[in-house]
């Protein structure tokens, strides 16, 4: 889902949140992928890619943890945070 709406965090509401919310370890594993290229090289004051992956790049599976971490890497790519 994040790859149809890459650059554009407004879409993570309708299209991945349920997914993010999903207790499936790949669903929301590949939705943490998503996240990150939806909000990918975009400044914004409320950090929705921090916000929405935080928490789970510091607890749960390894694969839940890996893809946040690459989604978090991808979201901060090109980004000049001052």
Known sequence: ???LSPWNPD???DLLMPYI???GKYIKAGASLGVGLCCAGI???NDLAF???SESATSGENIVK???ILG???AYAGRSKT
Do not use: A, F, P
Request: proline letters at 0%.
């Open 66 to 68: 890996q893809c946040s």
């Open 1 to 3: 889902m994040g790859i």
């Open 21 to 23: 919310d999903n207790d």
């Open 72 to 74: 978090l890497g991808m």
């Open 51 to 53: 916000g929405l992956l």
């Open 43 to 45: 400044n914004d004051e």
């Open 11 to 13: 879409t993570i509401n």
